[in-house]
């Protein structure tokens, strides 16, 4: 990789493969799964997808000054189908970045109106950082059901250089 712009990229792809793997272990799950309650951030299956969702939606949102639309969490097709749609806005979005833009600074308010300065590529692997996160709990909730997604580690979705 030769610059930040495409270490974004390469981190847009591979929350889109880790989210990928997420669903594959979650199919077939029972409304009773997927809101089987935890001590993870957001107690079930369905609450931490459904953050991971929105908070693509909404990071997405204010690197275009446009508006997120809330999460259909009524299924786990519906969200599957969420985050298609995300991951595509996110990779176009992304296509587009050189590292110039990736290190200028973005200003943007959180959702309780603060504003912020921050580069832009910063907030980028920040959104997909913060997926981890929730998807490891997502993870951890699925192995307790014999579902576990296997190894979600970046190092496991770059290629091999040998």
Not at 79 to 95: C, K, P, Q, T, V
């Amino acid at each position: 990789m030769s610059g930040l712009a495409d270490q974004v990229r390469s981190l847009i792809d591979y929350n889109e493969w880790a989210n990928a793997k997420i669903f594959d272990a979650a199919d077939g799950l029972t409304d009773e799964q997927l809101d089987s309650r935890s001590t993870a951030s957001f107690e079930t299956i369905r609450g931490s997808l459904t953050h991971i969702l929105w908070a693509q939606r909404i990071w997405h949102a204010r690197w275009t000054r446009t508006t997120a639309d809330s999460p259909d969490s009524s299924t786990l097709e519906s969200i599957r189908r969420g985050f298609e749609e995300s991951h595509n806005d996110l990779r176009e979005f992304a296509s587009g970045l050189n590292d110039q833009g990736a290190v200028g600074s973005f200003d943007y308010s959180d959702s309780k109106g603060i504003p912020y300065r921050r580069g832009l590529g910063s907030l980028m692997i920040h959104m997909v950082n913060h997926g981890t996160y929730h998807r490891g709990e997502v993870a951890l909730m699925l192995t307790a059901m014999d579902r576990s997604p296997g190894d979600l580690d970046y190092v496991y979705f770059l290629p091999s250089e040998v």
